[in-house]
């Protein structure tokens, strides 16, 4: 059966749930880990991650219990079957099926290689994405298409019952994601704080920096302190950024881990940024976010809470260096997709969730 809700699994006292991904792929899924967490809130929950699910959900409230790293696994991660990477992979298996799996669930991809990985599991129940070349697993959703992600991912849940999302915040800021983000941003300021992210990891998903610069001086104008986040590899980008502005800004490029950043999030009235990982941490938050779109990233990474989200959406198909159309395939080209979005749009949208987020401050 494909896509059919279900009943909730009877008894279940362990879950594990497959996403060796990044940030913003985390994102995605976390409306799906609250859905199971509710369903089964006395089951373990177990997040088969990498290195920085360990460190950044250590001691966080929320549905994931505990972080299993996942071993080097052929087309899950890097390594292969050989030697040392197939032996260790096999022990890592090895103790997941000791504890006696309930429920297995697949939030990695198509399946190609990881519905073979968690059908080894030996799960009472095992759901999860299938696509047309896929091992399908007990329970399916069809992983084909421009879909939203955070949707799809929902409906894995569904598929063993955890058919209730419950409409709130999906991540908790802690006490040291604050404290470290007090170490980072100069105490004692009194003006509402903006994050200008203007970095994304594929250059096509970039607005122009001169667009940027002139948002950060029109909402300093306003009264706002404006930061620019971006990697230690980003850092060029932010000092462009700032060095093209008429009003100061807080130059955070490679500075804030990912707890740092939670804080920095949370003490925002406002953040501007292209679709990338710092973004839907914000509106995982709850911080008013105003997010700059190519159409198919709005399709498949748009928040399911739209309180506090703004979208500036471009509607360009063709490269405007080869003409190619980039929605099935992808050309040689990084020219923008988004410069299409203008600066008056943007600046609308920005200067409108600042005032709204002000009134709210003062009305508290």
Sequence with gaps: MIGAERAPLADVRRIAVLRPNALGDFVFC????????????????????????????????????????????????????????????????????????????????????????????????????????????????????????????????????????????????????????????????????????????????????ARFAALGDLLAAEGALVAVNGSAQEAPLVRELIGAMRHPAIDLSGKTSLGALCGILARSALV???????????????????????LTNLVESGPLRQEGHRAAVALRVHCRVCGEENIKTRCAHDASFVDGVTQEEVNALALGLLRDSRSMALAV
């Excluded at 089964?40 to 966080?60: D, M, S, V």
């Design 30 to 209: 976390l409306p799906a880990l609250h859905a199971l967490k509710q369903c089964y809130p006395a089951a373990q929950l177990t997040y088969i991650g990498l290195p920085w699910h360990a460190a950044f959900l250590a001691g966080r409230p929320g549905p994931v219990d505990e972080v299993a790293l996942m071993p080097p696994y052929p087309g899950i991660g890097a390594g292969g079957r050989d030697g040392d990477a197939a032996r260790a992979a096999d022990a890592f298996v090895d103790r997941l099926r000791a504890r006696r799996i309930d429920l297995a669930v697949q939030l990695f991809g198509g399946g190609r290689h990881a519905n073979p990985f968690v059908r080894r599991l030996g799960a009472r129940l095992a759901v999860g994405m299938c696509a047309a070349d896929a091992e399908p697993l007990d329970r399916n959703v069809r992983h084909e298409g421009l879909v939203n992600r955070r949707l799809q991912l929902l409906e894995v849940a569904a598929l063993a019952g955890a058919a209730a999302w419950p409409m709130r915040r999906e991540l908790h800021v802690t006490a040291d994601d604050l404290a470290q983000a007090a170490r980072v941003l100069q105490p004692g300021s009194e003006r509402p704080l903006v994050l200008l992210q203007p970095g994304a990891t594929d250059p096509r998903r970039r607005w122009p920096v």
């Design 272 to 294: 501007v940024s292209n679709d990338t990982g710092p973004l839907h941490l914000a509106l995982a938050i709850g911080t008013p976010a105003v997010g700059i779109y190519w």
